[in-house]
C-alpha cells in the first residue's frame, strides 16, 4: 500500500548528517508491502538537490523501531528508526488534524501486520538524530 504526504528525510553530506530536507506533500511517498518498508520522493529531484537520502526499501531487520510521532504544529506523524541510526518522519495525506490522525494510526496497524516493531507512544519529533 502506498501512502502520499510529506515527509523529513535525513540530509547526508559525506558520512556526517547535517540536518534533514523537508519533503513538502505531494512528493513524499510511503511504500508498505509484504515484510518491506519505504521512502521516498517522487519525483527525486527535490529530494537530491539538496543531498537528502531516501529511506530504501528495507525488512524488519533493517527498521529499528516505526513510532507515532507529532511535529512541532502538533502535527500527527510516523517516525521510523532505522538501524543504522537514521531517523525518517512521514506526514500522511494533506488533511484535516483528525483524519491525519486516523491514518497515522492505521499506517502503525499496518507496519505492525508486517512484522515491524511498533511503539504507539507519541514521541516529538527529534531533529538531532
Known sequence: MEFKGGAL???MAGKYM???VHVRWPLARLRIETGLIGIRACPAWPLTAFDGAPLAVSSPAEIELV???V????NPMVG????TGRT????PGRTAYFRAFRRTAEILDLCEREGFAV?????????TR
Do not use: K
Not at 511535529?71 to 502538533?74: A, K, S, V, W, Y
Not at 525518517?88 to 506526514?91: D, G, L, N, P
Open 71 to 74: 511535529g512541532m504544529l502538533r
Open 18 to 20: 547535517t540536518g534533514y
Open 80 to 83: 521510523l528508526r532505522a538501524a
Open 119 to 127: 511503539s504507539r507512544e507519541n514521541h516529538r519529533v527529534d531533529l
Open 67 to 69: 513510532f507515532a510521532s
Open 9 to 11: 528525510m535525513p540530509e
Open 88 to 91: 525518517y518522519y512521514f506526514r
